[in-house]
């Protein structure tokens, strides 16, 4: 786990959610994102999905470091925007993992996509907890339809 600059914890009905960003790394890039306002939207994502006990990292990290996680869990050698590791058994009710968002790809994303850094970050959030849940993007239809899902979740909070 990186150094903490930041560790918000929040407990609701057996949600509990930390935000991380790793040592070194520049938070303005998150845009107007806290720490705070990430924890907040994650909640709401896992409780419009009627999640009642969770335990949710949100780590944000460079592209070095994101690439050194992807190949030594995955095995490939390559920077990515964001890893899921879950850690739980029962995805309809508990949610028990992390997602490792590489923040200088949201910022690359986001440039290429033409959105704001803030939703490509909040797109990514929505995107881990989506597989937490058990949704799968190996193929075109299933990356379509977690698109779709995203930018649900996503509507919630514009």
Known sequence: MPKSQTDITAKKSGLKITVFF???LRKDLAGGLSAATIERVALLFLLH???KSATLSLVFVTGPA??????THLGHDHVTDI???DFGDDKAHCIDGELVICLTEAVRNA???????EREILRYVAHGILH???QDDATDKQRAAMRVKEDQLLELIS
């Not at 994101?66 to 190949?71: A, F, G, P, S, V």
Request: hydrophobic share 40%.
């Open 22 to 24: 790793s040592s070194g």
């Open 49 to 51: 999905h009627g999640i």
């Open 66 to 71: 994101i690439r050194k996680i992807n190949k």
């Open 83 to 85: 890893i899921t590791f």
């Open 111 to 117: 440039r290429i996509f033409g959105e704001p850094v």
């Open 132 to 134: 937490l849940l058990g």
